[in-house]
Every structure is written in structure tokens, then in C-alpha cells.
């Protein structure tokens, strides 16, 4: 027999997911010790394992899943074939409409390009001071959501906005977004913005342990931070960040505050779900489904619970978040299972992140 952990590392599939597809009826293991509750497999169970990491690769959807895993012991395999067949059909037309809408879309940024054309992404040069001690909390606030993906190079750095008497940073991954605010002086111009590169961004905030005041320079596409004798200094991105205005305005919905260390607690030791969808690492990710009650409270729903207003994160993302709120209390704000879910300082609105839901099983 083997364990959970040795069919999770022989077949190609995680812990989390082999206890998905085990609450799904898709493989279940052959033995469940009934004082642990610890799952054991067969050793011919490893063949499946392995095919359904590839079915799952390859973006089959589970009940097709099911029936190949049903059928493929058998001699048969005419159900099999015409299941892989249907699902490569449904692939190619997919792809073929999506690359007609790309190619519309294209045209489109095309004719934007022709009547529009490019102007450089040079800014003026900005000097201003900045409370160190703000602009730690403020980086220490977003950097969680910065992203990693070599495809979106803009999103692998920190945006320094400045307006008015306000440096916003902001970072983004597409599944998550943070915002925070520093205040600052010396800058009465127009709105300057500088995508600055994350090791860029590290190499300042290391800079702010001991610094009370520190320069910030923004001269085209280089920024500098001065804080004393010493200096961190680089080039910026050469791209346009997403007008990340446009992604926060969130309709109303439920408000809660909580108690952010029993709230992690709450999170870390209740029940949880497995995302239908892979996630960037090709596994499912692990979730927790949430609802604010009548009274205020936030639930941490189990299995089999469905109310209408249910919203489900990424279990991992939404700790992320609350040790970058950084506060004792935090406010959730959680609107239709299709939208955001929050999570706000109580002291400061400005600074705070959304969290993408992600779509539960149907």
C-alpha cells in the first residue's frame, strides 16, 4: 500500500489534490484508517494517478475524467478514444475562435497605434521627501502581490505613483492587487508614474530600517532613493502599468471586521476546498469559502455548504493579505461571489488589497 505522500510524489499529483479528487469520487484511495482517517492506495492505483495528472494537464474536464478512469480497465477502448477525441475537438475549436478574437483584438491595437502614436515613456524629473518609516510600511504592504510571470514583465515591479502630496505603490499579479499610501513633500507637479523592477524596489525598502526621511528621485527612467550617506539607484520598466484606478472601484457589499490573529486561525485550521481550475503551478489550489453572517461574523464554510453568497479565495493569497494589513483588526469586505473580496485597514482606506474569488465546482 502506499501512502497519500508517496502516490502525491510517484503520480504527479499533490497532497491537496489527491484529497480533491478522493471528495469528488474520481480516485479514491483504497483503504482509509478509520482512527486517522489517513488514506492508503493501492499499488495499481499509481497507473491511474498518473493519467489523470495527464488528463488534468491536458484540461480534460472531470466528469470526462471519470469515465475514462471507469472504462480504462477495461478491453474496450472505444469509450476512451471518443472521450480524448471530443475533448481535442473541443480544444481546437476553442483555439480557433480564440485566435479569431485575438486577431480582431490586434487590428484593433493596431488602428489605436497608427492614431495614436507612441510618445516616450520619459517623465519629468521629480525630487521629494518621504517618511521612511510610511514608505517601509507601504512597500511591505503590496510586495506579496507583486508578480512573477517572465510573460507580463511589468507586473514583476512595484509602481510608484505620484499626485499631488502622495506617493501610491501598487503591485499586481492579475489575481491579487495591493495599494498603499506614504505621504510625502517637495512635489507640487502633475501625476508622475515609474514601474520599478522588484529587486530595484527590495534595494530601497532595505535602505528604510534606520532612515526617519529619505530623497526620492524620479529623472526619466531612473529612480534613486537617498537615505543619508547611502543610496539605492536603477532603471525603471519600460512599460505602462494598468490603470489600476479602473480595477478598484468595487460595488457595495458585505463589511466585516475581524480579529486578524484568530481570523488566521480560523483560516488556517478550518475547512477547505480544491480549485476546479489549475492553478499557475498546474495544481489545484487549496481555498476557503467564506460568508459574512447577519451579525457580522465570517464564516469559514465547510464542504457542502452552498449559500448563493459564498465567495471562495485562494486560501494561501488571503494569509498573504492579512499579514500585510499589519493591523490587529482588519476589515473584509466580500460583494457578489463574481467580485473582489477586500481586505482593508480599519485606520486607513487607502492602503489595502483585493483578492480575485476563484470559481468552486459546479
Not at 479514491?28 to 498518473?50: K, N
Not at 474536464?61 to 473541443?90: E, S
Not at 515613456?121 to 510586495?143: K, M
Amino acid at each position: 500500500m502506499r501512502s497519500i505522500g508517496e502516490m502525491a510524489r510517484d503520480g504527479g499529483l499533490s497532497v491537496s489534490a489527491l484529497r480533491f479528487y478522493d471528495r469528488t469520487g474520481v480516485l479514491s484511495p483504497a483503504w482509509v484508517d478509520p482512527v486517522s482517517g489517513y488514506r492508503w492506495y493501492e499499488p495499481a492505483q499509481l497507473a491511474e494517478a498518473r493519467l489523470l495528472a495527464r488528463l488534468r494537464r491536458a484540461g480534460m474536464p472531470l466528469a470526462d475524467i471519470r469515465l475514462v478512469l471507469a472504462a480504462w480497465p477495461g478491453t474496450d477502448t472505444d469509450l476512451v478514444r471518443g472521450l480524448l477525441q471530443a475533448h481535442l475537438r473541443r480544444l481546437e475549436l476553442g483555439l480557433a475562435n480564440t485566435r479569431t478574437e485575438f486577431s480582431a483584438i490586434r487590428a484593433l491595437l493596431d488602428q489605436r497605434e497608427n492614431q495614436n502614436p507612441m510618445t516616450t515613456l520619459r517623465t519629468p524629473t521629480v525630487r521629494l521627501s518621504v517618511p521612511a518609516p510610511e514608505l517601509a510600511a507601504a512597500l511591505d504592504a503590496v510586495r506579496f502581490a507583486a508578480g512573477t510571470d517572465p510573460e507580463l514583465p511589468v507586473l514583476g515591479g512595484i509602481l510608484f505613483d505620484i499626485e499631488g502630496p502622495n506617493l501610491d505603490v501598487v503591485a499586481t499579479d492579475r489575481y491579487r492587487l495591493a495599494v498603499a499610501r506614504a505621504r510625502t513633500a517637495g512635489h507640487g507637479g502633475s501625476r508622475v508614474q515609474a514601474v520599478v523592477p522588484l529587486p530595484l524596489s527590495d534595494a530601497i525598502r532595505a535602505l528604510l530600517n534606520d532612515a526617519e526621511s529619505v530623497r526620492l528621485t524620479v529623472d526619466g527612467d531612473r529612480v534613486t532613493l537617498d537615505a543619508g550617506d547611502r543610496q539605492a539607484a536603477g532603471q525603471t520598466l519600460g512599460h505602462e502599468f494598468p490603470d489600476y484606478r479602473r480595477l478598484v472601484h468595487l460595488s457595495a457589499g458585505h463589511r466585516a471586521t475581524v480579529g486578524t490573529a484568530a481570523f488566521r486561525r480560523s483560516l488556517e485550521t478550518g475547512p477547505v476546498r480544491t480549485s476546479e481550475t489549475p492553478e499557475q503551478d498546474g495544481e489545484p489550489a487549496v481555498l476557503s469559502v467564506l460568508r459574512v453572517t447577519a451579525d457580522g461574523t465570517v464564516l469559514v464554510c465547510a464542504d457542502g455548504d452552498d449559500d448563493q453568497n459564498n465567495v471562495a479565495v485562494n486560501r494561501e493569497y488571503l494569509l498573504h493579505a492579512l499579514t500585510a494589513g499589519a493591523r490587529d483588526e482588519l476589515v473584509l469586505e466580500l460583494g457578489a461571489p463574481a467580485a473582489p473580496l477586500a481586505v482593508r485597514r480599519l485606520d486607513d482606506e487607502t492602503s489595502f488589497s483585493l483578492l480575485m474569488p476563484v470559481r468552486l465546482k459546479d
